[in-house]
């Protein structure tokens, strides 16, 4: 079983500010699951926005391996790992993430990838993203992601307002 939970934390222009960026940072980076459905590869996705307050809201779901969730692929890996692959997340900045193997997860690890964007989307304006995403090849808990030992992490976050990455 692989679970998946994508926290994204999502702010335009007007939160750009120290008090907003304050605001963001007490934002969890993992969460409790909450009871998932059946199926292979299962998603808890949380969201946290400027517009809401950053009031989280979150939605579970199951899908199939391979399967293709939040600009990662997950696929087996014979004989019975499991492959995380970064997939192209367009339209966003920075764009110069290629597809690449982020991670190769053996069963009962557990991974963090953290990345982050600035989106144009339809509109003129740009709006924020920065996504904390916890991987385990490992049963249900409901506290599965709470600890802060991982087995394999990887930081990609970058300025996303010109300046050295933070």
């Not at 391979?66 to 600009?71: A, D, K, S």
């Not at 192209?88 to 997860?105: E, I």
């Not at 490992?138 to 030992?149: I, M, S, Y």
């Amino acid at each position: 079983m692989v679970i998946v939970q994508r926290v994204m934390v999502r702010w335009t222009k007007r939160g750009r500010g120290a008090g907003e960026a304050a605001r963001r940072r007490e934002i969890p980076s993992a969460l409790e699951l909450p009871p998932m459905p059946d199926g292979p590869l299962l998603l808890h996705d949380v969201l946290a926005e400027d517009r809401t307050g950053y009031a989280t809201t979150s939605a579970s779901s199951a899908h199939a391996l391979p399967g293709r969730l939040n600009g990662l692929r997950f696929e087996e890996a014979p004989p019975s790992g499991l492959r995380v692959v970064r997939s192209p997340v367009w339209a966003a900045y920075p764009a110069t993430r290629h597809p690449g193997q982020v991670f190769l997860l053996r069963p009962g690890e557990r991974a963090r990838y953290r990345a982050n964007f600035r989106f144009s989307g339809a509109g003129i304006e740009w709006y924020y993203e920065e996504w904390t995403v916890n991987i385990a090849c490992a049963p249900w808990r409901r506290d599965l992601f709470l600890t802060e030992e991982f087995d394999h992490e990887k930081d990609e976050r970058v300025s996303l307002y010109g300046g050295p990455r933070r």
